[in-house]
Protein backbone atom coordinates (compact mmCIF):
# COMPACT_ATOMS: atom_id res chain seq x y z
CA UNK A 1 0.00 0.00 0.00
CA UNK A 2 3.23 2.31 0.71
CA UNK A 3 4.61 1.79 -2.50
CA UNK A 4 1.60 2.09 -4.04
CA UNK A 5 0.64 5.52 -2.64
CA UNK A 6 4.60 6.79 -3.36
CA UNK A 7 3.57 5.61 -7.00
CA UNK A 8 0.73 8.19 -6.89
CA UNK A 9 2.86 10.87 -5.56
CA UNK A 10 5.62 10.36 -7.97
CA UNK A 11 3.28 10.74 -10.67
CA UNK A 12 1.37 13.87 -9.44
CA UNK A 13 4.84 15.67 -8.92
CA UNK A 14 6.62 14.55 -11.90
CA UNK A 15 3.99 13.97 -14.38
CA UNK A 16 0.95 15.88 -13.64
CA UNK A 17 2.05 19.42 -11.93
CA UNK A 18 3.99 20.99 -13.96
CA UNK A 19 1.96 20.36 -17.27
CA UNK A 20 -0.99 21.14 -15.44
CA UNK A 21 0.51 24.36 -13.86
CA UNK A 22 2.18 25.52 -16.50
CA UNK A 23 1.00 24.27 -20.12
CA UNK A 24 -2.53 23.73 -19.55
CA UNK A 25 -2.93 27.90 -19.20
CA UNK A 26 -0.60 28.21 -21.79
CA UNK A 27 -2.77 26.28 -24.34
CA UNK A 28 -5.81 27.75 -23.12
CA UNK A 29 -4.41 31.07 -23.56
CA UNK A 30 -3.50 29.67 -27.11
CA UNK A 31 -6.72 28.03 -27.96
CA UNK A 32 -8.54 31.42 -26.55
CA UNK A 33 -6.59 33.47 -29.55
CA UNK A 34 -7.37 31.05 -32.38
CA UNK A 35 -10.77 31.00 -31.58
CA UNK A 36 -11.08 34.63 -31.59
CA UNK A 37 -8.90 34.06 -34.73
CA UNK A 38 -11.34 31.81 -36.43
CA UNK A 39 -14.39 34.45 -35.61
CA UNK A 40 -12.81 37.61 -36.98
CA UNK A 41 -12.06 35.00 -40.28
CA UNK A 42 -15.69 33.91 -40.43
CA UNK A 43 -17.02 37.52 -39.58
CA UNK A 44 -15.12 38.80 -42.56
CA UNK A 45 -17.44 39.19 -45.27
CA UNK A 46 -14.82 40.84 -47.84
CA UNK A 47 -13.91 37.01 -49.01
CA UNK A 48 -16.44 34.30 -49.94
CA UNK A 49 -17.77 31.98 -47.68
CA UNK A 50 -15.92 28.90 -49.15
CA UNK A 51 -12.64 30.98 -48.32
CA UNK A 52 -13.41 31.74 -45.10
CA UNK A 53 -14.22 28.41 -43.81
CA UNK A 54 -10.74 26.87 -45.81
CA UNK A 55 -8.82 30.14 -44.31
CA UNK A 56 -10.92 29.25 -40.58
CA UNK A 57 -8.83 25.44 -40.79
CA UNK A 58 -6.05 26.34 -39.15
CA UNK A 59 -7.41 28.02 -35.95
CA UNK A 60 -9.69 24.83 -36.02
CA UNK A 61 -7.53 22.77 -35.83
CA UNK A 62 -5.20 24.57 -33.00
CA UNK A 63 -8.53 24.20 -30.89
CA UNK A 64 -8.69 20.53 -31.22
CA UNK A 65 -5.30 19.85 -30.63
CA UNK A 66 -5.71 21.84 -27.63
CA UNK A 67 -9.11 20.15 -26.35
CA UNK A 68 -6.92 17.09 -27.10
CA UNK A 69 -4.18 17.74 -24.82
CA UNK A 70 -6.37 19.11 -22.56
CA UNK A 71 -9.03 16.01 -22.34
CA UNK A 72 -5.63 13.80 -21.96
CA UNK A 73 -5.01 15.74 -18.65
CA UNK A 74 -7.74 15.65 -17.24
CA UNK A 75 -8.19 11.84 -18.22
CA UNK A 76 -4.59 11.39 -16.61
CA UNK A 77 -5.91 13.43 -13.03
CA UNK A 78 -8.58 10.75 -12.97
CA UNK A 79 -6.63 7.68 -13.90
CA UNK A 80 -4.23 8.36 -11.58
CA UNK A 81 -6.34 9.54 -8.65
CA UNK A 82 -9.85 7.41 -9.08
CA UNK A 83 -8.31 4.46 -10.70
CA UNK A 84 -9.45 1.84 -8.59
CA UNK A 85 -12.91 3.37 -8.66
CA UNK A 86 -12.89 2.89 -12.61
CA UNK A 87 -11.27 -1.08 -12.37
CA UNK A 88 -14.60 -2.40 -12.04
CA UNK A 89 -16.50 -0.51 -15.22
CA UNK A 90 -15.66 -1.11 -18.30
CA UNK A 91 -17.08 1.58 -20.52
CA UNK A 92 -15.69 3.79 -18.02
CA UNK A 93 -12.12 1.92 -18.34
CA UNK A 94 -12.53 2.46 -22.75
CA UNK A 95 -13.18 5.92 -22.15
CA UNK A 96 -10.47 6.80 -20.17
CA UNK A 97 -8.07 4.91 -22.57
CA UNK A 98 -9.70 6.36 -25.55
CA UNK A 99 -8.63 10.53 -23.57
CA UNK A 100 -5.34 8.96 -21.98
CA UNK A 101 -4.84 8.07 -25.90
CA UNK A 102 -6.00 11.51 -27.46
CA UNK A 103 -4.15 13.94 -24.75
CA UNK A 104 -0.90 11.56 -25.50
CA UNK A 105 -1.25 11.81 -29.55
CA UNK A 106 -1.66 15.70 -29.01
CA UNK A 107 1.73 15.59 -27.55
CA UNK A 108 3.48 13.24 -29.59
CA UNK A 109 1.90 15.67 -32.66
CA UNK A 110 3.58 18.90 -30.44
CA UNK A 111 7.02 16.71 -30.41
CA UNK A 112 6.56 16.05 -34.58
CA UNK A 113 5.97 19.57 -35.22
CA UNK A 114 8.82 20.88 -33.21
CA UNK A 115 11.21 17.99 -35.07
CA UNK A 116 10.20 20.01 -38.35
CA UNK A 117 11.84 22.79 -37.10
CA UNK A 118 15.27 23.82 -35.63
CA UNK A 119 15.15 24.19 -32.08
CA UNK A 120 18.16 23.71 -30.26
CA UNK A 121 18.77 21.82 -26.96
CA UNK A 122 17.52 23.83 -24.33
CA UNK A 123 14.18 23.96 -26.21
CA UNK A 124 14.17 20.21 -26.73
CA UNK A 125 15.10 19.87 -22.87
CA UNK A 126 12.41 22.44 -21.50
CA UNK A 127 9.40 20.41 -23.78
CA UNK A 128 10.77 16.94 -23.10
CA UNK A 129 11.02 18.00 -19.42
CA UNK A 130 6.98 19.17 -19.51
CA UNK A 131 5.96 15.91 -22.00
CA UNK A 132 8.10 12.98 -20.97
CA UNK A 133 6.32 13.03 -17.59
CA UNK A 134 2.68 12.91 -18.84
CA UNK A 135 3.60 10.53 -21.73
CA UNK A 136 5.34 7.95 -19.05
CA UNK A 137 2.74 8.07 -16.58
CA UNK A 138 -0.27 7.80 -19.53
CA UNK A 139 1.57 5.07 -20.92
CA UNK A 140 1.81 3.34 -17.33
CA UNK A 141 -1.79 3.64 -16.92
CA UNK A 142 -3.40 2.57 -20.40
CA UNK A 143 -1.32 -0.11 -19.42
CA UNK A 144 -2.71 -0.98 -16.56
CA UNK A 145 -6.35 -0.10 -17.72
CA UNK A 146 -5.74 -2.80 -20.44
CA UNK A 147 -4.36 -5.09 -18.22
CA UNK A 148 -7.45 -4.86 -15.73
CA UNK A 149 -9.91 -5.46 -18.54
CA UNK A 150 -7.85 -7.83 -19.21
CA UNK A 151 -7.85 -9.92 -15.80
CA UNK A 152 -11.72 -9.05 -15.50
CA UNK A 153 -12.49 -10.97 -18.92
CA UNK A 154 -9.95 -14.02 -17.23
CA UNK A 155 -12.18 -13.79 -13.79
CA UNK A 156 -15.25 -13.97 -15.96
CA UNK A 157 -14.22 -17.17 -17.70
Known amino acids: MRKERAITVLEIALGLLPATVVLLPLLVAGATGAAFAGAMILADRSRPFSVRLTMVLPPVGII ?16 VLARKMVAHKSRARVLLAVCLLCG ?26 FLAGPLIVCTRHVFLLLMNHHANAVEAR
Open 64 to 79: LWVLSAALGMAALWVS
Open 104 to 129: SVAAILWLYAMSRASYDVKTWAIWGG
